[in-house]
């Protein structure tokens, strides 16, 4: 077990309705009695994110948002400042979702700024980096994920540093119910760790949560969080059951 808080994020993605998020929220908080042992945060489609505030906002879970713009207001049809997501209570961004990169096509400059951005409105952001299935059989993993890690977080300071959650999720694992093993799992956060040592400090990379996501799911999610260096995952579809989202979140504090 290590020392870092480990931090189970739930993504929603484009699933539920007002009625039956407000339902599943108000289960994940039934369900979530330790905020001391674990920080637990939602992402819920955006228009209901003000809605499901009102049910967790009493509670130690966290209100999360999919996506966010890098830039404060202005000519942006359809996107949403970091400042309009703290109106309704946002706490935590996910930014480079493999379906932002691969479904919507955002490249590693915008990510870039994205994080750079929200990190700017002191908001916790989640970098999500992975592999595509190509890329791990051509043996090219590393490669890819640490170059997402570099141009990811070319423009952050150390400081800012305590406000950034990495989420390692081989696309290839992502909705598909594969899994990386724990152990390919754990040599990746552990090359991440070492860049992040070499981007900012020994320190700050022993610090850095760094969730493993893809196919997490009540019956492997123990496995994964015994590895040393997996602090906790990023879950989608497990998210949307609150008894598999709340089985996950307690493996993760008694692995
Ligand atoms: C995700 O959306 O980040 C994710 C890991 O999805 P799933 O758990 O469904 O693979």
Redesign the pocket.
């Known amino acids: 077990m290590t020392q870092r808080k480990p931090i189970i994020g739930g993504?929603w993605?484009m699933n539920t309705g007002l009625e039956s998020g407000m339902h599943l929220a108000g289960c994940i908080v039934d369900g979530f009695t330790c905020g001391d042992c674990c920080d637990v945060v939602i992402y819920p489609p955006l228009p209901f994110l003000q809605a499901i505030e009102s049910v967790i906002d009493t509670s130690e879970l966290q209100l999360g948002a999919q996506n966010v713009w890098c830039e404060e207001s202005g000519a942006f049809t359809g996107e949403t400042s970091p400042t309009m997501l703290q109106e309704v209570g946002v706490k935590s961004v996910l930014v480079g979702?493999s379906e932002r990169r691969h479904v919507l096509h955002e490249g590693s400059a915008l990510i870039a700024q994205k994080v750079a951005f929200a990190l700017v409105k002191q908001l916790q952001v989640v970098l999500?980096v992975g592999e595509t299935f190509e890329e791990r059989e051509s043996g090219n993993t590393m490669k890819v994920v640490l170059s997402q890690i570099t141009s990811g977080l070319a423009n952050i300071s150390s400081e800012q540093m305590v406000n950034v959650v990495i989420?390692y999720?081989p696309v290839w694992?992502?909705?598909?119910g594969k899994t990386a093993s724990p152990k390919d799992a754990q040599e990746v956060h552990v090359a991440i760790r070492k860049a992040l040592g070499e981007m900012f400090t020994e320190e700050i990379a022993s610090q850095t949560r760094i969730q493993y996501?893809?196919?997490?799911n009540p019956d492997n999610a123990a496995e994964l969080f015994s590895c040393e260096d997996i602090d906790g995952a990023?879950?989608?579809?497990?998210s949307l059951s609150a008894e598999s989202f709340t089985a996950i979140v307690k493996a993760a504090y008694n692995p």
């Open positions: 993504n993605k979702h999500c989420a999720e694992a992502i909705g598909t996501g893809g196919s997490v990023l879950v989608g579809g497990a």
